[in-house]
């Protein structure tokens, strides 16, 4: 079943700006990580974050998670054209089954 | 990188048919294959996990006899939707993991099959 919800459903911004998308989810996890899926394509995995790590970078991103809340949040910084995409959470209990957010569609306008 | 493909990449049937698709792990060996189901403009939703000789285990929901599961070997796993309904349609995503790095704990997505029953 599907355990997280994300926030916004869409985000349109311009080049250059950043976007920030959160996740939330419901039951305890080992890890949460962050795809990024293009129209119509399979999904490319973007960073994992453990559950006893509250920060994580890598290249434009920063991923946080916060599990007394049970959410996280993907920023991306310096946004690009190429960015446009639908970005899903998802959360693995230790069990290696991923449970997909809703997903957030962003577009990166030039 | 660890690389996974899918095949075919699309595919029409007729209602009624049966079609077999096939997830492929290129450059590492995995025991445990993940299948997911994406409805247009939905999430991706686990249908079931491949296990390399041993029988499938299915999420709640999902009939066993029309999506059988097959995992052969340590590089592959084929997904047949038998006797196949417009209902089936959707796009159809595999996933492996690296049995070398446990540590990592990162799945590998094939690029997904676009199934279309008429």
């Known amino acids: 079943s599907q355990q997280g919800e994300e926030d916004p459903q869409a985000l349109s911004i311009q080049e250059g700006e950043n976007a920030t998308m959160n996740c939330s989810y419901k039951?305890?996890?080992?890890?949460l990580q962050w795809y990024r899926q293009n129209s119509g394509r399979g999904l490319v995995h973007l960073i994992l974050i453990r559950s006893n790590e509250r920060e994580k970078h890598s290249g434009r991103l920063r991923v946080t998670l916060d599990t007394s809340k049970k959410s996280s949040s993907l920023l991306i910084t310096a946004s690009r054209a190429a960015d446009t995409a639908s970005y899903f959470c998802a959360t693995d209990a230790g069990d290696y089954k991923l449970s997909f957010g809703a997903g957030t569609t962003v577009t990166v306008r030039a | 990188g660890a690389v996974v493909s899918q095949h075919p990449s699309r595919v029409i049937c007729k209602s009624g048919t049966s079609v077999k698709i096939e997830c492929r792990s290129l450059?590492?060996?995995?025991?445990?294959m993940f299948w997911y189901r994406q409805f247009p403009k939905q999430s991706l939703m686990l249908m079931a996990t491949?296990?390399?000789?041993?029988?499938?285990?299915?999420e709640q929901g999902v009939e066993k006899d029309k999506f059988l599961i097959n995992h052969a070997s340590l590089t592959l796993s084929t997904l047949t939707v038998t006797s196949a309904h417009p209902e089936d349609s959707s796009f159809y995503i595999c996933?492996?993991?690296?049995?070398?790095?446990?540590?990592?704990?990162?799945?590998?997505f094939g690029p997904g099959t676009r199934l279309t029953v008429l």
């Open positions: 450059d590492f060996q995995a025991t445990t």
């Open positions: 996933s492996a993991r690296d049995i070398v790095s446990w540590a990592t704990d990162t799945q590998y």
């Open positions: 491949s296990n390399e000789g041993s029988k499938a285990t299915y």
């Open positions: 039951t305890s996890i080992n890890n």
